[in-house]
């Protein structure tokens, strides 16, 4: 069974930090793809940052570059998102996602996910 679990989510003032963490049971790591995404209140879910364990490419949108980093332990088959510089506008619900090999922005294209975990910027 394929089961992801996000942690570190929180509530910080604007201009902190947060490393939220994504780990990862029941897929096979090394050829895993593994993406964040977020969902606001009242809005679709849209991808963040992606991973790709098979050829060590990382992905951002274009509003966190810069400000978020991805990155993975392998011993631990865990992804983080290190979130620095948090904006009000950041606030929602993370989730990470898990597909073979290669990342994707699409919601679509993950079949398997976590169950979220709540990031709130305050102004």
């Known amino acids: 069974e394929v089961q992801l679990v996000e942690s570190g989510g929180g509530l910080v003032q604007a201009g902190g930090s947060l490393r939220l963490s994504c780990a990862v049971s029941?897929?096979?790591?090394?050829?895993?793809?593994i993406g964040w995404f977020r969902q606001a209140p009242g809005k679709e879910r849209q991808g963040v940052s992606c991973?790709?364990?098979?050829?060590?490419?990382?992905y951002y949108a274009d509003p966190e570059k810069g400000r978020f980093t991805i990155s993975s332990d392998n011993a631990k088959n865990t992804v983080y998102l290190q979130l620095n510089s948090l904006k009000p506008e950041d606030t929602a619900v993370y989730y990470c996602a898990v597909r073979w090999y290669y990342c994707s922005g699409s919601v679509d294209m993950y079949k398997y996910w976590g169950q979220g975990t709540q990031v709130t910027a305050s102004s």
């Open positions: 991973i790709s364990r098979s050829d060590g490419r990382t």
């Open positions: 029941g897929f096979a790591f090394d050829d895993a793809a």
